[in-house]
């Protein structure tokens, strides 16, 4: 298991779940619910913000959000 914003471009994972934080409701009314699949599409250049895909549509997620998320990296991306 590793944080979201430890995923390279093009990386498929699944949620697994959310560190206990402010940001937590916010994410699940995104879309970012636990058991789905998330893509990162783009990283900027300084690392923050990062591009997700998510429930069939595109969200930019500041690096301190992607980092309270848990994921579990799809082998075969």
């Known amino acids: ?33 636990p058991g789905e699949i998330i893509k990162v599409d783009q990283i900027a250049p300084l690392g923050d913000p990062i591009s997700i895909s998510v429930a069939g549509y595109n969200l930019s997620l500041r690096l301190n959000e992607a980092n309270s998320i848990f994921v579990e990296e799809e082998i075969n991306n």
Do not use: Q
Not at 5 to 23: N, P, Q, T, V, Y
């Open 1 to 33: 298991m590793k944080r979201l914003s430890e995923l390279a471009i093009g990386k498929r994972a699944k949620i697994i779940s959310f560190e206990k934080d402010e940001i937590f409701i916010k994410l699940m009314e995104m879309g970012c619910i």
